[in-house]
């Protein structure tokens, strides 16, 4: 048996060094296809050594119990594979979120069964001994983390879906008088009764305990804007690794423990990445600052303003007679599917000596990430894209700016405007370039739900309709 535990922990290492291939393969999007197979590798390997370990060591039991196995095996690799074909890009920070909601989920479920039947995971050597103190604390944070992912990741599903009526679920946050008070009251009555399940591992205060997590989860994420929802699904994610850490400490599993803990210190450094990036504190997010309103109609004031609007011919012709040419995708871009007619637009300016560039803001979109996915499916060159503090410094040399769909990560209110609730945030400095060219459908607000300066300067024209309907149009105009 000795030897077989050995090979045992030699194949969950091997697993866990393709899951860190995994992680610095999808660092890079020209690496990022060889990372996910070394992903997918390594949890075939962790799934086939875990169901192996199932038969060595259940016997008897564990061969009828792996008919279980197989069948949650087929039915949540059937979902997955489903899922990963239907999804469409603007919903991928959904089907993220709802990801980590199952990891979550997993782990309560998993905190449940270990507690009910330590021995059955050889915690202890017979039934009705008592869990060691050691894994009691394990399992307490284990199930916690869980349970506050899972609530969390379901509410922040619903914000992000946007098509859920009921008021949690809506982008404009939730709050209440006492709301900190209430959310800080909860957490200490969590660790108050963790402490009790540690003396005294009984089912009551694990209940109740698990109760109140679910209930936190909850309450963490209603008061938080859409303008932070990136980090938020960053957060939820790192949350769902520590989950998974914790839930390998008491199963004495050391793949489970690397790999939560890759995902958990990936996700905690995303989320500072990405607080950087709009120049908020973590804990600010956390607790709900600006980013209060979902995007809506711009105020009354701002409607009166004037802005020079113009077709796709106009852009066209603006287009062809530059020389260098720099593209901000948005989240507008992903709603309308306009990536691939963007990249047959960008080929045909190619033709006609335009350079053209893409500039990435690191909270474009609702998720991180999510412009640079949205370009690679539609095969933009690599070399084309940019990332924000490299782009940056050639706006100003560029002849021509793009602005499709994006709104907030271009506001230069973030740089002009100390009163504004964005000042300091970076932002791509589209505003330098000597045209501006924004493709909105309508004059609306941004998540931040701030109106931007960006459309009334004198450079700007602004040409209203669905991006691919307008980009199409241009390319036309272009040939």
Same mark, same amino acid.
């Given at each position: 048996m000795s030897s077989s535990m050995n090979l045992v922990a030699l194949l969950y290492l091997v697993a866990s060094v393709f899951f860190i291939q995994a992680l610095k393969g999808l660092s890079h999007p020209a690496s990022s296809r060889r990372g996910n197979v070394f992903g997918m590798l390594g949890m075939l390997l962790a799934a086939l050594t875990? /169901?192996?370990?199932?038969?060595?060591? &259940?016997?008897?039991a564990g061969v009828s119990g792996l008919l279980y196995v197989v069948v949650a095996l087929v039915v949540g690799g059937g979902i997955g594979a489903f899922m990963a074909q239907r999804v469409q890009m603007t919903k991928m920070p959904e089907l993220v979120a709802f990801m980590h909601s199952m990891i979550g989920? +997993?782990?309560?479920?998993?905190?449940i069964a270990e507690v009910a039947e330590p021995h059955a995971f050889g915690i202890v050597a017979a039934p009705g001994m008592a869990l060691p103190h050691g894994n009691r604390v394990e399992l307490f944070l284990g199930a916690i983390v869980g349970a506050i992912t899972? +609530?969390? +990741? /379901?509410?922040a599903f619903g914000k992000l879906s946007g098509k859920y009526k009921f008021r949690l679920f809506q982008g404009a946050p939730v709050r209440f008088a006492g709301q900190h008070q209430l959310n800080l009251a909860l957490a200490l009555a969590t660790l108050g009764l963790g402490l009790a399940f540690w003396y005294d591992a009984q089912w009551g205060p694990f209940l109740l305990m698990l109760a109140l997590a679910f209930v936190l989860g909850v309450l963490i994420i209603i008061p938080i804007g859409g303008a932070d929802m990136p980090v938020v699904v960053s957060m939820l994610n790192s949350y769902s690794g520590w989950a998974a850490a914790g839930i390998g400490f008491s199963l004495d599993n050391g793949m489970l423990i690397i790999a939560g803990s890759l995902v958990g210190s990936s996700g905690a450094i995303l989320s500072y990445i990405m607080c950087k990036a709009m120049n908020r504190s973590f804990w600010n997010v956390i607790l709900g600052g600006f980013g209060g309103e979902a995007a809506g109609p711009a105020d009354a004031?701002?409607?009166q303003r004037s802005v020079r609007s113009g077709s796709a011919d106009d852009a066209a012709f603006l287009l062809a007679n530059a020389e260098s040419v720099i593209i901000v995708p948005g989240y507008g871009l992903a709603v309308a599917r306009a990536q691939h007619a963007l990249k047959e637009l960008a080929q045909k300016l190619g033709e006609r000596g335009v350079s053209v560039k893409y500039a990435i803001h690191p909270?474009?979109?609702r998720m991180p990430g999510h412009m640079n996915v949205l370009l690679a499916e539609a095969e933009v060159p690599y070399d084309q894209v940019f990332e924000m503090d490299d782009i940056n410094p050639e706006f100003a040399q560029a002849d021509v700016a793009v602005v499709l769909g994006a709104n907030d990560v271009v506001n230069p209110a973030a740089r002009n405007d100390p009163k504004s609730p964005i000042a &300091?945030?970076?932002i791509l400095d589209a505003y330098k370039a000597k045209t501006v060219i924004v493709n909105k459908r309508s004059m609306a607000t941004g998540y931040a739900g701030l109106d931007n300066e960006l459309f009334y300067l004198d450079k700007t024209m602004m040409v209203f309709g669905d991006a691919k309907k307008v980009i199409e149009e241009i390319a036309r105009a272009v040939e």
């Open positions: 875990t /169901v192996w370990l199932i038969v060595q060591i &259940g016997g008897e989920l +997993s782990a309560v479920c998993i905190a899972f +609530s969390g +990741s /379901v509410i004031q701002a409607q909270v474009a979109g &300091g945030m970076p």
